[in-house]
């Protein structure tokens, strides 16, 4: 018996303990290993270290005390890359732990987002100045007050200005990969409330359930960190667009934010989201409700964002209320006397979190959270409009996922947790409040106040404006606007030429719903022919677009203009910049307040009499 050992070993689905002798050569553990989790002997490979160093070969012949192998030594499996049935390995190891076929990290290719590969080559710790007060050594020195600080520091957080209640994820991940184990055993899993299935031990809810296929009860904690750390408007413009549908029409809208994540530096390892523009779906909208259709330019329109570098980063939407037209005032609403956010509204959070997940190699699932951000538009204390950020946690993200939490009908900060049915299982979930007598307690989310599941982002716009399009004074229309007037049609894309004063060919087709227009358009849409203009407007090179302006595409476009009564710009007007030189006074004008198209040499719009200037 002192010649046995056990062994531990450490596979994508779980552990297993295998005993051996001492002198056991490796190549006869691996063929106990084969036999214990049910695989070929070629199938897998076993490490001595969680990084795939130090592999014990099927023809190794040294005993087990020669390579240093313990009682109580924990090694790492994982499938063969060059085995053709690697596919099959993992799922004999799941079935070998009674789980279902589950891809995990090692059977998928994991690619995380360009910042989060960034950050995590990153140091990210807190440099700190040498104190001349508190400090007494020398130049070279370190001590307590001028030690780096670790990225997750809460007195550091605490201590900033304004205070940061969360810490950013990367920080997160470092302090849980941090410590003597260096984050060996960290797996971040995503909560489930769903019943396990492929436990044969009892028939199918409702007849049945035990400890192994059913949910764990869920406590809900306000989450310490947060994916996102901030969200920019690259610039003023990119608001006020989306917010005169409202000035106009006194009706609610919602948009969906198109972007970049990059690199926030007022916070160690921050995540930032930038927005360049701003895509309003279908939807209907009036003073107090949005309702959201089914948009058939979804798939374009993220094609057409792709190929211009920017992805789909959140959505925004508007809460607002009228309180002085004349001085331009709105109510102050959402507080912490009423609510910053409804229980629908974090539903639909959470939603579109879910289906816009964050990749993530810690995750067995290979994703965890999401970056997908929440803005809404509402008045502030000083009844102006204020942008307000938020996401939910990731507690909610499960509770919607799973189809397990419901608005309250008259109580928009209270949710409600469905309970049990014969057709749905659903876990116990708590939260914990403070009694009248100043007593922690334990309450069933029957109902549930919203703020346990909302994190909040500080909203910014840069001192510097930054724009990814080119800003007019008269923009291309928006898209789905018709009920206020802006169609896009050609006798609109004539009239935005023939009225630019931009001198520069880029600058003038450089609009984000101008190009969508260019690829959607019933006419000739330009789909697949426009991704030279693309380039050009990614990359801010006027000699590509000058090369896409030269193409027959562009002829015909400007021929299409033509037939509608509108001249506009050819290519002999372009000078050698590319711009537009002025149009003449007998072309057709259009009315800058009705759109109404004027005959030439007219100083008054015929439809509402108003002046032209």
Same mark, same amino acid.
């Given at each position: 018996?002192?010649?046995?050992?056990?062994?531990?070993?450490?596979?994508?689905?779980?552990?297993?303990?295998?005993?051996?002798?001492?002198?056991?050569?490796?190549?006869?553990?691996?063929?106990?290993?084969?036999?214990?989790?049910?695989?070929?002997?070629?199938?897998?490979?076993?490490?001595?270290?969680?990084?795939?160093?130090?592999?014990?070969?099927?023809?190794?012949?040294?005993?087990?005390?020669?390579?240093?192998?313990?009682?109580?030594?924990?090694?790492?499996?994982?499938?063969? *890359?060059?085995?053709?049935?690697?596919?099959?390995?993992?799922?004999?190891?799941?079935?070998?732990?009674?789980?279902?076929?589950?891809?995990?990290?090692?059977?998928?290719?994991?690619?995380?987002?360009?910042?989060?590969?960034?950050?995590?080559?990153?140091?990210?710790?807190?440099?700190?100045?040498?104190?001349?007060?508190?400090?007494?050594?020398?130049?070279?020195?370190?001590?307590?007050?001028?030690?780096?600080?670790?990225?997750?520091?809460?007195?550091?957080?605490?201590?900033?200005?304004?205070?940061?209640?969360?810490?950013?994820?990367?920080?997160?991940?470092? #302090?849980?990969?941090?410590?003597?184990?260096?984050?060996?055993?960290? @797996?971040?899993?995503?909560?489930?409330?769903?019943?396990?299935?492929?436990?044969?031990?009892?028939?199918?809810?409702?007849?049945?359930?035990?400890?192994?296929?059913?949910?764990?009860?869920?406590?809900?904690?306000?989450?310490?960190?947060?994916?996102?750390?901030?969200?920019?408007?690259?610039?003023?413009?990119?608001?006020?667009?989306?917010?005169?549908?409202?000035?106009?029409?006194?009706?609610?809208?919602?948009?969906?934010?198109?972007?970049?994540?990059?690199?926030?530096?007022?916070?160690?390892?921050?995540?930032?989201?930038?927005?360049?523009?701003?895509?309003?779906?279908?939807?209907?909208?009036?003073?107090?409700?949005?309702?959201?259709?089914?948009?058939?330019?979804?798939?374009?329109?993220?094609?057409?964002?792709?190929?211009?570098?920017?992805?789909?980063?959140?959505?925004?939407?508007?809460?607002?209320?009228?309180?002085?037209?004349?001085?331009?005032?709105? #109510?102050?609403?959402?507080?912490?006397?009423?609510?910053?956010?409804?229980?629908?509204?974090?539903?639909?959070?959470?939603?579109?979190?879910?289906?816009?997940?964050?990749?993530?190699?810690?995750?067995?699932?290979?994703?965890?959270?999401?970056?997908?951000?929440?803005?809404?538009?509402?008045?502030?204390?000083?009844?102006?409009?204020?942008?307000?950020?938020?996401?939910?946690?990731?507690?909610?993200?499960?509770?919607?996922?799973?189809?397990?939490?419901?608005?309250?009908?008259?109580?928009?900060?209270?949710?409600?947790?469905?309970?049990?049915?014969?057709?749905?299982?659903?876990?116990?979930?708590?939260?914990?409040?403070?009694?009248?007598?100043?007593?922690?307690?334990?309450?069933?989310?029957?109902?549930?106040?919203?703020?346990?599941?909302?994190?909040?982002?500080?909203?910014?716009?840069?001192?510097?404006?930054?724009?990814?399009?080119?800003?007019?004074?008269?923009?291309?229309?928006?898209?789905?606007?018709?009920?206020?007037?802006?169609?896009?049609?050609?006798?609109?894309?004539?009239?935005?030429?023939?009225?630019?004063?931009?001198?520069?060919?880029?600058?003038?087709?450089?609009?984000?719903?101008?190009?969508?227009?260019?690829?959607?358009?019933?006419?000739?849409?330009?789909?697949?022919?426009?991704?030279?203009?693309?380039?050009?407007?990614?990359?801010?090179?006027?000699?590509?677009?000058?090369?896409?302006?030269?193409?027959?595409?562009?002829?015909?476009?400007?021929?299409?203009?033509?037939?509608?009564?509108?001249?506009?710009?050819?290519?002999?007007?372009?000078?050698?910049?590319?711009?537009?030189?002025?149009?003449?006074?007998? @072309?057709?004008?259009?009315?800058?307040?009705?759109?109404?198209? *004027?005959?030439?040499?007219?100083?008054?719009?015929?439809?509402?009499?108003?002046?032209?200037?």
């Amino acid at each position: 018996m002192a010649d046995n050992i056990i062994v531990r070993i450490q596979s994508p689905h779980g552990m297993k303990r295998i005993n051996v002798g001492k002198r056991d050569t490796g190549a006869q553990l691996l063929k106990k290993v084969a036999k214990e989790f049910g695989c070929s002997n070629n199938g897998f490979s076993v490490y001595l270290n969680r990084n795939k160093t130090e592999e014990i070969s099927p023809t190794m012949n040294k005993s087990l005390s020669l390579l240093k192998i313990k009682h109580g030594d924990l090694l790492y499996l994982f499938p063969s *890359n060059d085995a053709g049935t690697s596919t099959q390995v993992m799922e004999t190891l799941s079935q070998a732990h009674g789980g279902q076929r589950v891809l995990t990290p090692s059977a998928m290719n994991i690619v995380e987002d360009e910042i989060d590969q960034y950050l995590n080559k990153q140091d990210g710790k807190i440099y700190r100045n040498r104190d001349h007060q508190q400090c007494r050594h020398g130049a070279l020195g370190k001590c307590v007050h001028c030690v780096p600080l670790e990225p997750f520091d809460e007195d550091y957080l605490n201590h900033l200005d304004p205070p940061v209640k969360h810490m950013s994820f990367h920080a997160y991940i470092r #302090k849980l990969t941090g410590g003597a184990d260096k984050g060996k055993f960290v @797996a971040l899993e995503n909560i489930s409330c769903k019943i396990k299935s492929g436990c044969e031990g009892h028939p199918p809810w409702p007849d049945g359930i035990c400890t192994k296929c059913q949910p764990s009860a869920i406590t809900l904690n306000r989450q310490k960190y947060r994916h996102v750390d901030n969200i920019m408007f690259e610039n003023h413009t990119i608001a006020d667009r989306f917010l005169n549908f409202w000035r106009q029409t006194g009706n609610q809208r919602l948009g969906f934010l198109y972007g970049r994540y990059t690199e926030h530096t007022d916070i160690p390892l921050g995540i930032r989201a930038e927005v360049a523009a701003i895509y309003e779906p279908p939807q209907i909208g009036t003073a107090n409700s949005l309702e959201l259709l089914e948009d058939p330019k979804a798939e374009v329109v993220e094609e057409i964002a792709s190929k211009l570098g920017l992805r789909k980063v959140g959505w925004i939407f508007t809460d607002l209320l009228s309180e002085d037209t004349r001085k331009g005032t709105v #109510k102050f609403i959402r507080n912490k006397d009423a609510h910053f956010l409804s229980a629908e509204e974090c539903i639909t959070a959470g939603d579109f979190q879910n289906k816009h997940p964050n990749a993530c190699r810690l995750s067995p699932d290979g994703h965890f959270g999401s970056k997908f951000v929440t803005v809404l538009a509402t008045g502030g204390p000083d009844n102006q409009v204020h942008f307000e950020g938020y996401q939910v946690s990731n507690q909610c993200m499960a509770l919607v996922g799973d189809d397990c939490f419901l608005p309250c009908r008259d109580a928009p900060e209270l949710g409600y947790v469905k309970e049990s049915s014969s057709e749905q299982y659903v876990p116990d979930v708590f939260y914990k409040d403070i009694d009248k007598f100043g007593n922690e307690i334990t309450q069933l989310a029957r109902p549930l106040p919203v703020e346990y599941l909302i994190i909040d982002i500080p909203t910014t716009f840069p001192k510097d404006p930054v724009y990814t399009f080119a800003s007019s004074p008269q923009p291309f229309p928006v898209v789905n606007r018709d009920v206020v007037g802006e169609t896009q049609d050609f006798h609109t894309l004539a009239s935005y030429l023939a009225q630019s004063q931009s001198s520069v060919f880029l600058d003038v087709i450089s609009d984000f719903h101008l190009l969508l227009f260019l690829v959607t358009n019933d006419v000739m849409p330009l789909r697949d022919s426009i991704n030279l203009l693309l380039e050009a407007v990614k990359t801010r090179n006027e000699e590509l677009a000058q090369t896409w302006k030269r193409s027959e595409q562009w002829a015909t476009i400007e021929q299409l203009c033509s037939t509608v009564g509108v001249q506009a710009p050819s290519a002999s007007e372009f000078d050698a910049l590319g711009g537009s030189q002025q149009s003449t006074p007998t @072309a057709m004008w259009s009315c800058r307040h009705c759109t109404f198209m *004027n005959q030439p040499g007219t100083d008054q719009c015929e439809m509402c009499n108003l002046p032209r200037t």
